[in-house]
């Protein structure tokens, strides 16, 4: 059973390009979160998703910032017109279905998605 | 609104000594905890977790933590430690009314040398 996926593990653009990170749950799970790693920062929550809703985006940028998870196929995290202050790692986590309120589930996190913007 | 601070940011200690590193928190409500470690370029992995019940958990790789009320601690121990345990190590709370979203602390980067 393959773990949270998340792919590319980096990423490196341009000022001004658009950024699109990738993540697919474990088997089975149909929450998906995103947190973001700053440099020497803890991870901060950005986003949760169930299929194809959004629940709680209280964490994401107003401006440029965007998420989804489709019914069929991965979440995706777009970030457009990248800055330099967007260079951080981007983590996808995910838990199961129908239990997200209970405390006995963990989330489950992927390895990262590494953005550096030029 | 929930806060985790994490005194350390890092912690030396050599080979087989004691360690613990230190986690409190801020919450007017109940609050689950939670201990991840991160190895360099990898993601979190969860070491331990506070739910409900005895205050002192045991939890993966050898390491324990003790939930303090009172205190508002959640600090993470390991009797003896390896060289492999060289990580960076992160706090988290989450309310219990909520659904997974976590607030983690600043991380502790625990550095052990022969």
């Known amino acids: 059973n393959a773990g949270v996926m998340q792919n590319p593990r980096h990423l490196v653009r341009r000022r001004g390009q658009e950024a699109r990170l990738r993540c697919s749950p474990m088997?089975?799970?149909?929450?998906v979160y995103w947190y973001r790693q700053l440099p020497e920062e803890g991870l901060k929550f950005m986003v949760y998703?169930?299929?194809?809703?959004?629940?709680?985006e209280s964490g994401m940028p107003k401006e440029r910032f965007s998420a989804e998870f489709p019914k069929e196929g991965p979440s995706i995290l777009r970030i457009q017109q990248v800055v330099r202050g967007d260079s951080a790692a981007y983590f996808c986590?995910?838990?199961?279905?129908?239990?997200?309120?209970?405390?006995?589930?963990?989330?489950?996190f992927g390895a990262g998605s590494r953005l550096t913007v030029l | 609104a929930q806060s985790v601070t994490q005194l350390d940011s890092q912690v030396p200690v050599f080979e087989e000594a004691p360690v613990e590193l230190r986690c409190n928190y801020s919450?007017?409500?109940?609050?689950?905890l939670f201990w991840y470690v991160q190895y360099p370029n990898q993601g979190l992995q969860l070491l331990l977790k506070?739910?409900?019940?005895?205050?002192l958990v045991k939890g993966i790789n050898g390491f324990e933590a003790e939930f303090n009320k009172s205190q508002t601690s959640f600090h993470l121990r390991k009797p003896s430690v390896h060289i492999s345990d060289t990580a960076e190590y992160f706090c988290?709370?989450?309310?219990?009314?909520?659904?997974?979203?976590?607030?983690f602390g600043t991380g502790t980067r625990l550095l052990v040398s022969p």
């Open positions: 988290a709370v989450r309310v219990n009314t909520g659904f997974q979203k976590l607030v």
């Open positions: 986590a995910s838990s199961p279905p129908g239990q997200g309120h209970s405390g006995a589930n963990v989330l489950t």
């Open positions: 919450s007017s409500v109940s609050v689950y």
């Open positions: 088997k089975g799970h149909s929450h």
């Open positions: 998703l169930q299929k194809e809703n959004i629940i709680d």
């Open positions: 506070y739910l409900s019940g005895s205050t």
